[in-house]
């Protein structure tokens, strides 16, 4: 009875490789977010999909892309890798109606890059 | 620019005390502040949350007091119990739906 489950947990590759992380919700939410924390532990929002539709997308770089197939999942594939893309990502989902912005976190994936 | 601060990276607690966690903000445009429970290798956990209209929530043990005027925000635990041992993050956000700004964290140990 997951809420927000996400694939790999743990994900470790070589500079130049692509590499994607898949994010599910099972919360009937419309809204799914991708944030990344850093080796300073900061969490960053990075990407985020309302109704299968873009909404934010920060400053990151364009090897970053996401992919929101239907409302329930949120993919992001990332395109020759770099050491500055080792961190953990982390999924969240939300209603877009919610009146405290309530957002709900995977477990995140620690991305290595080696 | 950190719109969210937390300048308290530790906080030691005896168990039954109160834990005072605290957060500041540079934003004014910020309608919602979130209080976020993480563990190691886990993500973060909803706990309360609080709007700006208000200047108090309770949950059980748990109290978010917010002094707009001061741009600061604390989160009240008590009594404080050795599985609230984790970092606290505070995070901010205009209306839904939208990205949360966190704060840098607080790790709260809780001990005997």
């Known amino acids: 009875d997951t809420a927000v489950s996400q694939t790999p947990k743990y994900l470790v590759t070589q500079m130049g490789n692509d590499k994607s992380i898949k994010c599910e919700q099972n919360?009937?939410?419309?809204?799914m977010y991708w944030y990344k924390q850093d080796s300073k532990k900061f969490l960053k929002i990075m990407f985020s999909?309302?109704?299968?539709?873009?909404?934010i997308n920060e400053t990151v770089p364009n090897r970053f892309s996401p992919k929101s197939p239907d409302k329930a999942h949120l993919n992001l594939h990332i395109n020759s890798l770099e050491l500055g893309d080792s961190a953990v990502y982390f999924c969240?989902?939300?209603?877009?109606?919610?009146?405290?912005?309530?957002?709900?976190f995977g477990p995140g994936t620690r991305l290595t890059v080696l | 620019d950190q719109q969210v601060k937390q300048n308290s990276p530790s906080l030691s607690v005896q168990e039954g005390r109160i834990s005072i966690l605290n957060c500041d903000y540079t934003n004014s445009m910020f309608d919602y502040f979130l209080w976020y429970k993480k563990y190691p290798a886990e993500g973060p956990t909803f706990l309360i949350s609080?709007?700006?209209?208000?200047d108090k929530n309770e949950d059980g043990r748990f109290t978010v007091f917010l002094n707009k005027s001061a741009k600061h925000l604390s989160l009240h635990i008590v009594p404080s119990q050795p599985g609230d041992s984790a970092v606290y993050f505070c995070a901010a956000s205009r209306s839904a739906p939208d990205k949360l700004i966190f704060g840098t964290g607080t790790r709260l140990q809780v001990f005997p």
């Open positions: 999909y309302n109704n299968k539709e873009l909404i």
């Open positions: 609080i709007s700006s209209i208000k």
């Open positions: 969240a989902s939300s209603h877009a109606s919610d009146y405290y912005n309530e957002q709900f």
């Open positions: 919360l009937g939410h419309d809204t």
